[in-house]
């Protein structure tokens, strides 16, 4: 198994260096793949600050990712929780946070939009400090 850094995941995604592109797909079709969620974290920033890619289009490709069926994602089911939170306009950081943290009661946080965004009636409280 193969573990990926950013700059992999974003070539593979954005397509913007040919050679490193061609590198990265070779090794998504014939290797078993982890992606940290670290990773997939930072991958988010990138795309959508640096290449000002829409949440929509971020959310869809971690979505074809994840379907893959050599690909293993850290904490899947805290990433597809964050993913869903995403799509209905939360912060992918502030979703992948707290669904990271689903065995705590409280996640406490200076933040008053995660708390504003946070979905109601889950497990873990936000709590501002």
């Given at each position: 198994?193969?573990?990926?850094?950013?700059?992999?995941?974003?070539?593979?995604?954005?397509?913007?260096d040919a050679g490193q592109t061609?590198?990265?797909a070779a090794l998504f079709k014939k290797e078993a793949?982890?992606?940290p969620k670290t990773v997939l974290l930072e991958t988010?920033?990138?795309l959508r600050r640096l290449y000002r890619l829409e949440r929509e289009?971020?959310?869809?490709?971690?979505?074809k990712l994840s379907g893959l069926g050599n690909v293993e994602i850290e904490q899947p089911l805290a990433v597809t929780q964050a993913l869903q939170w995403c799509e209905s306009g939360m912060d992918f950081a502030d979703a992948l946070h707290l669904a990271?943290?689903?065995n705590c009661r409280i996640f406490a946080t200076?933040?008053?939009?995660l708390k504003k965004s946070a979905p109601k009636?889950?497990?873990?409280?936000v709590r501002l400090l």
């Open positions: 198994m193969h573990a990926v850094d950013t700059n992999v995941l974003v070539r593979l995604l954005t397509g913007d061609k590198r990265a793949i982890y992606i988010e920033w990138v289009v971020v959310v869809s490709a971690f979505r990271s943290s689903h200076f933040d008053e939009q009636g889950i497990k873990t409280e």
